[in-house]
């Protein structure tokens, strides 16, 4: 017997295309029948009046901080959830498998936490973590979260150990000397007198990365592509994937205004250009995974000058609401947005979530995808205090989101 049936639902399915008028149906945690028509016995029947029911959205890189703690996975778990990302991708500082298997099995809230331990030790790229203890701790991937190290033996090393374990590697080309700036080199630098960032941090280092990647045969992921440069480069790697933060696909450098520090990120917001070829790159598919790159940063850390400012910015409220505008723009279709938060990140990470299938787990949202709402401050994300967007207006709310079946208003 079904222990839910929600009905009336717009199902929308990336990893099928499927979009239609019909109902699904739940038990013991997961899917056990969807479709149109005749709606089928259940315990229990929600009606969902028309809106859009789609997986859970799987956010592929926020970051912990320091101090983590079972409780501030929790917290982070529920902040993430409330805008509809039941599963969250935690690049966090854990190299000891005993300290993340106890993170793993601690409460983690509301949603789904996965782990993205480092690969080396800090600043010391000649020591590698424990690539097969902590993977059996839990460890979905293993990243950085920033520039590699720059002895290409010591990297190339790291990344046939993690070859041999089948790991998953995420490496973010950017170069740390060239990227030693404020914002994107370009008229808008110049014009507020700021060191730019040139496209050049990104491309000499992507390059280097995916000879590296290409070379141990490891199974990598390009994290954070920024510019059209970028991402033409990765044309001749089809195999590896890439991803992009919601940031650079809704803004460009121009949005740095009068020097608004909450807009400093790394990569930097690019020109609009660059913008508009991440979004048809995420159109044909080329970019897998869209990004919330979560930075919990306080006004310590960007109320000061531009330069001073650490790099950083809140996106759990607008990684869904973001994809939607690009659909309210009409550059998105809807199967397209919701793609590189659901069934691409899923394929990456080889996790069963992220569709809407017979078996699958049942991770949902249901969203109002019209609802207008402005993007604040204080009060929206409930984790992190330096949202670049504040002040916009989107549309697009989660009014019910279901973990393993189990409803979060």
């Not at 935690?90 to 809230?109: E, I, S």
């Not at 014009?191 to 941090?201: D, F, N, V």
Request: glycine share 10%.
């Amino acid at each position: 017997m079904n222990e839910l049936v929600i009905q009336n639902a717009r199902l929308i399915d990336p990893a099928t295309g499927r979009d239609e008028l019909g109902w699904l149906a739940i038990a013991s945690g997961v899917i056990t029948d969807l479709g149109m028509g005749k709606t089928p016995e259940a315990t229990s029947q929600y009606d969902a009046g028309g809106l859009v029911l789609a997986p859970g959205l799987i956010d592929m890189r926020a970051h912990a901080g320091a101090g983590l703690q079972p409780g501030k996975i929790a917290e982070i778990s529920a902040a993430a959830l409330r805008w509809g990302i039941t599963t969250t991708c935690l690049y966090a500082d854990v190299t000891d498998a005993a300290a993340l298997a106890h993170l793993r099995n601690g409460h983690h809230g509301s949603g789904r936490i996965e782990f993205f331990p480092p690969l080396t030790h800090g600043d010391d790229d000649a020591r590698m973590v424990d690539v097969g203890l902590l993977k059996e701790a839990g460890a979905i991937g293993f990243a950085n979260g920033g520039p590699m190290g720059r002895n290409n033996a010591h990297l190339r090393r790291a990344l046939t150990y993690a070859r041999d374990f089948e790991a998953l590697v995420a490496l973010q080309p950017v170069d740390p000397e060239l990227s030693d700036g404020d914002m994107h080199e370009g008229l808008m630098a110049t014009r507020l007198g700021l060191k730019g960032i040139p496209i050049l941090a990104e491309t000499i280092e992507l390059r280097r990365l995916l000879a590296q990647a290409e070379d141990s045969h490891v199974r990598a992921h390009m994290d954070l592509i920024s510019s059209a440069e970028g991402l033409a480069i990765m044309e001749a790697f089809p195999n590896i994937t890439a991803s992009a933060s919601i940031h650079n696909l809704l803004m460009n450098d121009l949005d740095v205004g009068a020097y608004r520090t909450f807009t400093k990120i790394i990569p930097p917001l690019r020109e609009e250009s660059d913008r508009l070829a991440l979004i048809d790159a995420v159109k044909k598919g080329q970019i897998k995974a869209v990004v919330s790159a979560n930075m919990a940063l306080g006004e310590q850390d960007k109320r000061v000058p531009y330069g001073e400012a650490a790099a950083g910015a809140a996106g759990f409220d607008i990684l869904l609401a973001g994809l939607l505008q690009l659909v309210h723009e009409e550059r998105l279709t809807l199967l397209e947005a919701l793609r590189p938060v659901t069934s691409g990140p899923a394929n990456i990470l080889g996790l069963p979530t992220g569709r809407l299938a017979i078996g699958a787990p049942a991770d949902l949202i249901l969203v109002d995808i019209h609802a207008p709402w402005q993007v604040a401050r204080h009060g929206q994300t409930g984790f992190g205090d330096n949202q670049p967007m504040e002040g916009r207006l989107l549309q697009g709310l989660v009014r019910q989101a279901w973990v393993a079946g189990k409803a979060h208003a």
